[in-house]
């Protein structure tokens, strides 16, 4: 009679099956390596960032603290009492006593000097000099009539010079011998639109002619023309000096039968603007 061979697993005493508790653990970990696989799988999608709100809620808010302010404003300086304006009728203001300042020297002032008597500017006549008889100022002065005619084109001179304001004209004019003579003038205007006093000194016609500057004078010139020669005649010479200082123009003439040396109108252009 065979003896009956038990196997491994009829030998093996039956184990207890696992209760639902024990699997939940196993299953939930088993879902969350799942879910993240699933979520390592899954393609990244990038959160989309809303705009516009926060802008829109401080502008909104500066709006309505800027009505408000302007509203607070409002009512304040509504509740306040108007403030009254200053009398149009001012009190009487007593006149200082005692001696008023002295009046500035001509050292201070230039005008003290120009707006004085311009006749006293003038260069005196040298000694042995003749007053000739057709000598256009009267008693030292020339008026815009006068010095107008002394000039070429006087016509169109004359509205020239009231356009330039002319104001005055101070002359003397001397003779020595038969053929030398000359002619010093000062003309002020009133410049209160034009500078015409340096205008009216460089805007004379002296094509061929030699020139030179005046010394202490920005816009002085002397100028030697060449000598007119007339059939029957004695040759003319002639030179000019023009210069300005402030609202005065300086202008000087020697006609000479000979000619005349640019050491004498020189010295006459340079003592003239020294004593403006």
Request: charged share 25%; glycine share 6%.
């Amino acid at each position: 009679m065979s003896t009956p061979v038990l196997t491994a697993a009829a030998a093996e005493p039956d184990e207890p099956a696992a209760s639902a508790e024990q699997l939940a653990p196993v299953m939930s970990e088993s879902a969350e390596a799942e879910s993240s696989v699933e979520a390592d799988d899954a393609p990244s999608v990038p959160r989309v960032r809303r705009r516009g709100r926060t802008t829109l809620l401080i502008a909104t808010a500066a709006v309505l603290g800027l009505v408000a302010g302007t509203c607070a404003g409002y009512l304040v300086q509504a509740d306040r009492a108007p403030t009254e304006l200053p009398s149009l009728s001012q009190p009487v203001v007593a006149q200082a006593k005692g001696p008023g300042p002295e009046p500035l020297s001509a050292a201070q002032d230039h005008r003290v000097k120009t707006d004085g008597d311009l006749r006293k500017l003038l260069l005196p006549r040298p000694k042995g000099a003749k007053v000739p008889d057709w000598a256009p100022e009267r008693d030292g002065w020339l008026d815009l009539a006068v010095y107008a005619g002394e000039l070429e084109h006087s016509d169109r001179v004359f509205g020239d010079l009231v356009t330039a304001e002319f104001r005055r004209a101070a002359g003397v004019t001397w003779t020595v011998g038969s053929t030398y003579n000359a002619s010093v003038r000062l003309v002020q205007y009133r410049q209160e639109e034009n500078l015409s006093a340096s205008d009216q000194a460089g805007g004379w016609d002296v094509d061929d002619t030699s020139s030179w500057p005046v010394p202490g004078a920005s816009d002085g010139m002397v100028y030697l023309f060449k000598p007119e020669r007339k059939a029957g005649y004695l040759p003319l010479y002639k030179a000019q000096a023009t210069a300005s200082r402030g609202d005065i123009a300086m202008e000087i003439w020697i006609y000479d039968s000979k000619p005349i040396p640019k050491s004498k109108i020189m010295d006459l252009a340079k003592r003239q603007m020294e004593r403006l």
